[in-house]
């Protein structure tokens, strides 16, 4: 055993002996300013650019092999823009069998620390281009070549090249981009396996690679490692596999090229290792990553994407691939809640994308949905929305007037598809489900506490199966549909006025009258109390709300009005009406004061939209209301109620503020009716068994028709009261009175009384 390791130890030192006195040889004998001269002359010639050699020499590291130190090529003669490549050294690493029997094969070309400088100028001049000879020197045979030409040529058929320490400049005064790349390295080799075909394999790495234009992006490091083979005589270039990473982003290639015949075409595969959201963010420029800085997202994701090119087809490029979406979460700054997203699917293709969401969730809510998008240029999507949101998340969508306050959750389940920039005419359509929310505004009487809703709507028809709230004095329900509502918010400025918007619904509930106390005017305090019932169904189009026909029963119970400019409060309001689209009928109102009461039936022809606290309403172009009632009284004291109504006894109401006058002004409406009264005060006389026929016209009340008893006798006759000017009322009577009592009638109107006694007629 020691005997066989003394002969592989002197093997071992007869071999290095050999290369030692092989290098010394080739330092004695090795042509090296003829090999430096022929390659700057061979080079120039063949490049067309200044290229020098400042050394030759004979390296050993690495292998035996020739090196050529501080080599430069020039830029063209017309470009002032400094060398186009220096490198500190190109060294050629030699086989040593062939080269004992005179022949230089190159194994590897290794170049150290290369400095390339490519510049383009403003008018579009270059000094990476070259211009070769048409046509190529006469090949001399390499029998004939001398010992210096042979190493020359034999630098052209390199196994294996390497870049040590490079570096690369790029500078485009054309487009003011600038590209930056340090610490390249390069390793590849180059088989040729048999006749024609060619295999190759190797990495390469930069440390830093940044490109400038007008938004810097940020910097990048980049690794590539592959294995390929090209097959001369089918003109077909195999990518058996790569990989190459980007920061920290990892993606495997295969590709197949082909350029046999009159056509070029190509197949890639590219698929990436999962990715992290924070790295791939890491590739953005400073401005885009600064849109995001009110967001957190994390996550990960990955792509698959097979790309196909064919110069022969008129579209040459398609694609088609596949992004995963996994566990990603994303919130902002000045939005409760996160959007989290277990596994989302991004397929896309030219002018086709799709996008699937599946197992997601908003805020801890159920999230799911798919979107397509066709055609990029004009956009036609096709997608559905499913799951539930915080009611909250509405908010920022309400009117910014008002105080708006909402909470609860909603159920969405939506659908839309069309051309968006015709996005009046998209279709849209889905259900929407609050099981409970509440809502204020300072619009309300009062909050709604409470109220859930169901909604279906699609283009032309909304349909509210349900809604339901409840205030703290009652509770409405409401169902029905609308049609073209949808329309109707998509529609322009110009085009809003000319669609319509039919409802036919349904409402019914109670709710306290108070509440609608803060909407009366504030000067006299006044203070309405009592419960207002309805159920009406309602028909017309909300968009002209003077076309709503509403049909029903409505009833007022307990109620009571007080207000500091009234003469008198109203103690009790009890009614009960039926609403029909033309009329109105009164089966019953009993209004009670302090010193009156007044009980009504009849019916109101019709009200609307006359009577509708609408500016809008032309009530020149309509009919008017006419009221036709019975009034029935057990006392009724004008001298109290309307004390302008009695001659000489009213105060000049032109001369009082405008917030003492009483909210109690006729309606401008025409009437016809009859009365009965048991007692009626008026200018302090005491009539009874007071009846008679009323007309209302242009705000004249006349009463004719009129008898009744009065001082113990009869009286008859007619008047008129004339509110058109409310500030300044008028009053006409005509009275005939027979058989009263002298005495009464005397001491009422003079001083004389207790002495004239009997029955007078005046």
């Known amino acids: 055993m020691k005997k066989l390791l003394k002969i592989l130890v002197w093997i071992a030192g007869i071999l290095l002996i050999l290369l030692i006195l092989l290098a010394i040889g080739l330092k004695?004998?090795?042509p090296v300013e003829k090999a430096r001269a022929l390659a700057v002359e061979r080079g120039s010639k063949m490049l067309g650019r200044s290229i020098d050699v400042d050394d030759v020499d004979v390296s050993l590291w690495g292998g035996l092999g020739i090196v050529l130190k501080d080599v430069t090529i020039g830029s063209p003669a017309d470009m002032e823009v400094g060398n186009l490549l220096t490198a500190e050294a190109v060294d050629l690493k030699l086989q040593i069998l062939p080269l004992l029997s005179g022949k230089y094969r190159v194994d590897k070309l290794v170049i150290d620390n290369p400095r390339i400088v490519m510049v383009k100028s403003a008018s579009g001049a270059n000094n990476y281009t070259f211009t070769f000879p048409e046509k190529a020197p006469t090949q001399v045979p390499t029998d004939q070549l001398t010992p210096e030409t042979k190493a020359a040529a034999a630098a052209v058929s390199f196994e294996q090249f390497e870049i040590n320490g490079g570096s690369l400049d790029y500078i485009d005064d054309s487009s003011q981009i600038r590209i930056h790349l340090k610490g390249l390295d390069l390793s590849t080799a180059l088989k040729n396996p048999r006749q024609g075909f060619y295999e190759s394999s190797g990495k390469v790495s930069v440390d830093s690679l940044l490109i400038i234009t007008e938004k810097p992006l940020p910097l990048l490091s980049c690794k590539l490692r592959y294995k390929a083979n090209y097959d001369v005589s089918r003109g077909h270039l195999s990518l058996k596999e790569a990989e190459l990473a980007v920061n920290k982003l990892v993606f495997s290639m295969t590709a197949e090229l082909a350029h046999g015949g009159d056509s070029f075409k190509a197949r890639a595969g590219i698929k990436s290792k999962t990715i992290s959201v924070e790295d791939l963010f890491s590739l953005l420029p400073a401005d885009q990553l600064a849109e995001l800085k009110d967001f957190s997202i994390s996550g990960d994701f990955s792509l698959d994407v097979?790309?196909?090119?064919?110069?022969?087809?008129?579209?040459?490029v398609s694609y088609a691939g596949t992004a995963t979406i996994s566990d990603m979460t994303m919130s902002k700054k000045d939005l409760a809640g996160e959007l989290q997203l277990r596994q989302a699917l991004v397929d896309f293709k030219p002018d086709n994308v799709r996008v699937n969401i599946e197992e997601g969730t908003f805020d801890g809510q159920p999230l799911n949905g798919h979107l397509v998008v066709d055609d990029f240029d004009d956009p036609v999507v096709n997608g559905a929305l499913s799951g539930r949101c915080d009611l909250a998340y509405v908010k920022p969508f309400l009117p910014a007037e008002g105080k708006h306050e909402l909470a609860g959750v909603m159920d969405f389940d939506v659908k839309v598809s069309g051309r968006v920039k015709d996005a009046k005419n998209m279709s849209f359509s889905g259900s929407l489900v609050i099981p409970e929310g509440s809502y204020n505004s300072e619009s309300l009487p009062e909050p709604i506490e409470s109220f859930s809703l169901d909604v279906y709507f699609d283009n032309k028809v909304t349909r509210i199966n349900k809604l339901s709230s409840k205030m703290p004095s009652g509770h409405v329900n409401l169902s029905g549909r609308i049609t073209n509502l949808v329309p109707y918010l998509m529609a322009d400025t110009s085009q809003v006025k000319k669609v319509a918007l039919p409802v036919d619904g349904h409402v019914d509930g109670q709710f306290d009258l108070a509440s609608f106390s803060s909407f009366l005017p504030p000067?006299?305090?006044?203070?309405?109390?009592?419960?207002?019932?309805?159920?009406?169904?309602?028909t017309g189009d909300v968009a002209d709300i003077t076309t709503l026909k509403p049909r029903g029963k409505l009833s007022?119970?307990?109620?009571?009005?007080?207000?500091s400019l009234l003469p008198e409060s109203i103690q009790s309001f009890e009614a009960a009406m039926q609403v029909g689209p033309d009329?109105?009928?009164i089966d019953d109102m009993t209004v009670q004061f302090e010193s009156s009461d007044v009980s009504f039936s009849?019916?109101?022809i019709h009200p609307f939209p006359y009577l509708l606290p609408i500016e809008s309403v032309s009530r020149s172009k309509v009919k008017k209301p006419r009221f036709l009632f019975e009034l029935s009284s057990h006392r009724f004291d004008i001298d109290r109620l309307f004390p302008e109504a009695v001659p000489g006894s009213g105060t000049n109401r032109a001369a009082l503020p405008a917030d003492s006058i009483p909210p109690i002004i006729l309606p401008d409406i025409d009437g016809e009716g009859t009365f009965q009264i048991d007692t009626v005060i008026y200018s302090q006389v005491e009539f009874t068994?007071?009846?008679?026929?009323?007309?209302?016209r242009e705000r004249k009340i006349d009463c004719y028709d009129v008898t009744g008893k009065v001082y113990s006798g009869d009286v008859g006759g007619s008047t008129?009261?004339?509110l058109s000017d409310f500030d300044n009322p008028r009053y006409k009577g005509e009275f005939k009175a027979t058989q009263i009592e002298a005495n009464d009638f005397v001491t009422r109107f003079t001083k004389f009384g207790g002495h004239l006694f009997g029955k007078t007629n005046f």
């Open 689 to 696: 068994h007071l009846t008679g026929k009323v007309r209302i």
């Open 523 to 538: 000067a006299g305090n006044p203070e309405l109390k009592g419960t207002i019932a309805v159920n009406l169904d309602v």
């Open 720 to 722: 008129t009261i004339d």
């Open 583 to 585: 009329t109105i009928v």
């Open 602 to 604: 009849g019916k109101l």
């Open 306 to 316: 097979d790309l196909e090119y064919d110069d022969s087809r008129e579209e040459p």
């Open 28 to 30: 004695l004998f090795f």
């Open 556 to 563: 007022i119970s307990n109620a009571s009005f007080t207000d």
